[in-house]
């Protein structure tokens, strides 16, 4: 009799689980071309140094698909000066545009170890780091270090994510530490839900 609460137990599990997988979305990503202006504004800039004082992203472009909406980048992003070699920490908090303003989702990430973090498997920015030649992905990378991106696409499918209220244009501020800097950069995407 006393196994009779774990099954009962177990089997509520099951149709959690069965619901949670019914409710699961597909997301289409589509990175804007506005993140190629990667600098936060004065107000959620929290940094002590500007992104483009250590990233040169001017060797950068893309050019636009047939479908005028996915977008291929290419170009060399180039360290400009030394980065220590402590961990490097991310905040990234999430806004939405809705009537002519910027507001917060609750979603943000946060890793105590960025460079642990960006080769992960499991991460968000996976599909962007794998294109990247793995002889280059060097973290923390030295002055002069240089990334290369060949045709990468501003376009990508998330696959069977739990239904979380993400849809519309986002914009993603990206805090990046370590003990001597903090810098800020900014991503700009739109979501749909398939």
């Known amino acids: 009799m006393e196994q009779l609460p774990q099954v009962k137990w177990y089997i509520s599990l099951l149709v959690i689980l069965r619901i949670a997988i019914c409710i699961s ?13 990667i600098e936060c504004n004065g107000m959620e800039n929290e940094g002590n140094i500007q992104v483009r004082q250590i990233l040169d992203i001017s060797d950068v ?36 545009w809705v009537r002519s303003e910027w507001l917060p989702i609750p979603l ?24 990247i ?28 994510m739990p239904s979380v209220d993400i849809v519309g244009d986002l914009k993603a501020v990206v805090h990046l530490s370590t003990d001597q800097y903090k810098t ?8 749909y839900a398939n």
């Open 133 to 160: 030649p793995k002889s280059q992905l060097k973290c923390p990378p030295n002055k002069s270090h240089v990334y290369s991106l060949r045709n990468i696409s501003n376009h990508l499918f998330v696959n069977n």
């Open 184 to 191: 800020c950069m900014v991503v700009f995407v739109k979501v």
């Open 108 to 131: 943000s990430i946060k890793r105590d170890n960025f460079c642990q973090a960006l080769l992960d498997p499991w991460e968000l920015w996976h599909p962007v780091v794998r294109e």
């Open 61 to 96: 472009h893309f050019v636009i698909a047939d479908d005028l909406e996915t977008l291929y980048y290419s170009g060399d992003i180039k360290v400009l000066l030394d980065i220590p070699h402590t961990p490097i920490t991310l905040q990234l908090d999430v806004f939405r």
């Open 25 to 37: 979305v597909n997301y289409e990503i589509i990175g804007d071309e506005k993140t190629m202006a």
